[in-house]
């Protein structure tokens, strides 16, 4: 939903209310195209604000101490400690500084994006994704909510979830499974989203897709989680709750930082894995690893 007077767009993903506030001049369909499928027009308060400003330069912007910058590669996450329980946040393309600021309230319900003016046709998009993803995370959290990073198929009715690290091969197994199962298709290629509800797990799509513009507004039961590894050979293992565990935990974006998040976090993943089969596949990116994956999850359940 749009307010023209104030630039307000309103949307809901996984059954949760989120608002943006862009600057006069910025249309949403040149930043917001992904969230277009999730648009909401009902009533109700959003989970969390996020209003993009455009100021001259970020030079001094970053208060505090920066605690850390993460990740091995693009986007860097970067972490400034403002007093106790007090953070700001950066995204960046590089190591060297933060493209842009995230200053938050102190329970992350009205937030604000700094992008430098210099900048701001190229890097609104990105800063707004980002931000949009670390808020959800963490607004969502105590309601059984996973924002994980992985690829998944749905079929027949069903979400199949594939995990794994970098370069494993996960949007390599989801094609396999488009081009060599039949009643196919993409649900979500980076960041789709798991939420348990009355004892049931549900997969939904989500605005985050990666490289890959699959932007689906769509809930359907997670049938099965498959976590992938690399090997010259297909083998198929069904996991043991403590392995289910330590292999989509780690998959789950979280502020890891915060106790609350955290123990969230871990309860969610421990509901989840009580509902639906967690599976470990080897295998050789080829049409018969997608074939033995199929046929095997499709034959056991909890």
């Not at 749009?2 to 506030?21: C, L, P």
């Not at 996960?170 to 009643?183: F, G, P, V, Y």
């Not at 932007?215 to 590894?229: C, G, Q, W």
């Not at 780690?250 to 502020?255: E, G, L, V």
Request: aromatic share 12%; glycine share 6%.
């Amino acid at each position: 939903m749009e307010d023209k007077m104030n630039n307000i767009y309103r949307y809901t993903v996984a059954g949760h209310t989120f608002s943006v506030i862009l600057p006069d001049g910025f249309p949403a369909e040149n930043y917001l195209r992904p969230y277009e499928p999730f648009a909401w027009q009902g009533d109700g308060d959003s989970l969390f604000s996020l209003e993009l400003r455009i100021v001259p330069s970020l030079e001094g912007m970053a208060t505090g101490k920066m605690l850390e910058c993460f990740n091995d590669e693009a986007p860097y996450f970067w972490i400034f400690e403002n007093g106790e329980d007090r953070y700001s946040f950066g995204f960046s393309y590089t190591k060297v500084h933060p493209d842009c600021l995230l200053h938050t309230s102190d329970d992350l319900k009205s937030n604000v994006i700094y992008v430098a003016e210099a900048g701001a046709a190229h890097l609104a998009e990105f800063a707004l994704s980002n931000a949009m993803m670390l808020l959800y995370t963490f607004c969502t959290s105590p309601y059984d909510t996973l924002l994980v990073h992985a690829s998944v198929i749905a079929h027949a009715g069903g979400g199949y979830m594939f995990l794994g690290r970098s370069g494993t091969g996960k949007s390599t197994h989801s094609r396999l499974w488009l081009n060599n199962i039949e009643d196919t298709y993409l649900l979500n290629d980076d960041n789709p989203i798991i939420r348990f509800i009355d004892g049931e797990a549900y997969v939904y799509g989500s605005p985050w897709s990666g490289k890959t513009p699959c932007y689906r507004n769509e809930r359907m039961p997670l049938k099965a989680v498959v976590r992938l590894s690399q090997a010259p050979y297909n083998r198929i293992e069904r996991n043991a709750p403590l392995q289910s565990f330590a292999s989509l935990m780690p998959a789950c974006s979280c502020m890891r930082w915060d106790g609350r998040s955290v123990s969230a976090l871990h309860s969610a993943v421990e509901k989840v894995i009580g509902r639906v089969p967690c599976w470990h596949l080897e295998c050789l990116p080829d049409r018969d690893a997608a074939i033995l994956c199929n046929s095997t999850v499709k034959t056991e359940r909890i």
